[in-house]
Nanobody, 119 residues
Framework: QVQLVESGGGLVQAGGSLRLSCAAS????????MGWFRQAPGQDRTFVAR????????SYADSVKGRFTISRDNAKNTVYLQMNSLKVEDTAVYYC????????????WGQGTQVTVSS
């Protein structure tokens, strides 16, 4: 059973930084894609960033390009989201998700971690 556990959320002032972690367990993830999504109050869940576990290829939403960096540590089975130059509009619950490369949808989700950016 795949399990994803996020950590690292919190309260930070605008312009500050946070690093989110997603610890993955339950199988090997060499052929998987790991993603970060976020959901602000009253809004739909949206894509933030993703990384292929094997090759480390990355992709970002336009709203976070140049500010956020996704990475993974194969030895620790952990994916990170480094968030710099945070803005008030980055406030949301951030979710880690996983899918097999060939799948069109993310099949596994973490419980989410709250990120609040104050002005």
């Amino acid at each position: 059973q795949v399990q994803l556990v996020e950590s690292g959320g919190g309260l930070v002032q605008a312009g500050g930084s946070l690093r989110l972690s997603c610890a993955a367990s339950g199988r090997t993830f060499d052929t998987w894609i790991m993603g970060w999504f976020r959901q602000a109050p009253g809004q739909d869940r949206t894509f933030v960033a993703r990384i292929t576990w094997g090759a480390g290829s990355t992709s970002y939403a336009d709203s976070v390009k140049g500010r956020f960096t996704i990475s993974r540590d194969n030895a620790k089975n952990t994916v990170y989201l480094q968030m710099n130059s945070l803005k008030v509009e980055d406030t949301a619950v951030y979710y880690c998700a996983a899918r097999v490369i060939k799948s069109a949808t993310y099949d596994y989700w973490g419980q989410g971690t709250q990120v609040t950016v104050s002005s």
